[in-house]
């Protein structure tokens, strides 16, 4: 059994480990295998070599977000720990897949960090930085969305395009929206409000006001894509199991030179009159193979919401 010593001298503990020392209990529940004894402005904890480079690796994380904002929520340590952390009293253990290690994907207002909290999240980011076109599917509840729009919002701070266009098709109303009240934003923004509940998230909100004002982010429905060259910018269909084929070819062939795509569905969830097929069903088979364009494929394993959510999904069969 291995001893490893961490400095604490730069951080609060009563930030870290929580009210009743709350949070210190939550780490130590990550950690099973090893033992976590701390005293003072000292953390000493034993264990083998594999256990201790895990723990060691996510515990700096969280001394840095502490060091940065001197605050420490339940969030805060779903992200740095796992999804894993919300479903520990199920008695599913720590060796599900973790998010917690990765590097921040973007730092929003008020100490709100956003990283890839599972694998297949973690494959959204790195199947990014090789392919041009990405495929985020799974269930509701996998963050495939909300990690579309944070890679979004770090390619926009980073400069590396112009814009961020975020798209849906509006099935509910057929795309035809004149039947509801109020101007054209009135009129859409209730198909859109989850990719806007994500933006807030993200930039804060008089940023996110001028970014909108001056379209450097563009929030429409798919069918507003239509006859447009998309270039230097990162584009998101969202609810992509709700667009036809035809709907889905066309936003595929807006792509302009320097653009990044994201599509993401829930197959499961297919809101399309019963005649009506889903083009991501044939996307997702005809375009598997081409080189530049990776499909990921999110589960149960990814749900990062409540933690009822995984078993109502299971009870309805969306996953197994």
């Not at 502490?66 to 969030?75: A, D, F, I, K």
């Not at 081409?290 to 969306?318: F, N």
Request: aromatic letters at 6%.
């Amino acid at each position: 059994m291995n001893e490893l010593k961490i400095d604490l001298e730069n951080v609060n503990p009563i930030v870290l480990w929580g009210p009743n020392n709350e949070y210190f209990e939550v780490i130590k529940r990550q950690f099973p295998k090893i033992k976590i004894v701390a005293r003072g402005t000292e953390v000493k904890v034993l264990g083998d070599d594999a256990e201790l480079n895990a723990f060691n690796n996510r515990f700096k994380e969280i001394l840095k977000h502490v060091e940065r904002y001197n605050s420490l929520n339940n969030n805060d340590l779903e992200h740095f720990l796992g999804a894993s952390v919300s479903v520990q009293t199920e008695g599913e253990g720590g060796d599900k897949p973790q998010g917690g290690g990765g590097e921040p994907i973007v730092f929003g207002p008020n100490g709100i960090v956003v990283k890839a909290r599972t694998a297949n999240q973690r494959r959204m980011v790195e199947g990014l930085n090789k392919s041009d076109i990405l495929f985020a599917i799974g269930p509701a509840g996998t963050g495939k969305t909300y990690t579309a729009v944070a890679l979004a919002v770090r390619a926009l701070k980073n400069k590396e395009i112009k814009r961020i266009i975020l798209t849906r098709p509006a099935v509910e109303a057929g795309e035809n929206l004149g039947f509801l009240p109020g101007d054209l934003k009135e009129k859409i923004d209730p198909y859109l409000r989850p990719l806007y509940d994500a933006l807030d998230d993200m930039i804060p909100p008089e940023k996110l006001k001028a970014y909108l004002e001056n379209r450097t982010i563009e929030v429409a429905p798919l069918a507003f894509m239509r006859g447009r060259t998309l270039d230097n910018c990162f584009v998101i269909l969202d609810e992509a199991q709700n667009a036809t084929d035809m709907q889905l070819k066309m936003f595929l062939t807006r792509m302009g030179p320097s653009a990044k795509f994201i599509v993401t569905g829930d197959i499961t969830q297919i809101d399309l009159p019963k005649k009506q097929h889903s083009g991501l069903h044939t996307a997702l088979r005809i375009l598997e193979d081409i080189k530049g364009i990776d499909i990921i494929y999110l589960s149960g394993e990814d749900v990062v919401r409540h933690k009822l959510v995984k078993q109502i999904l299971k009870a309805y069969g969306d996953i197994q």
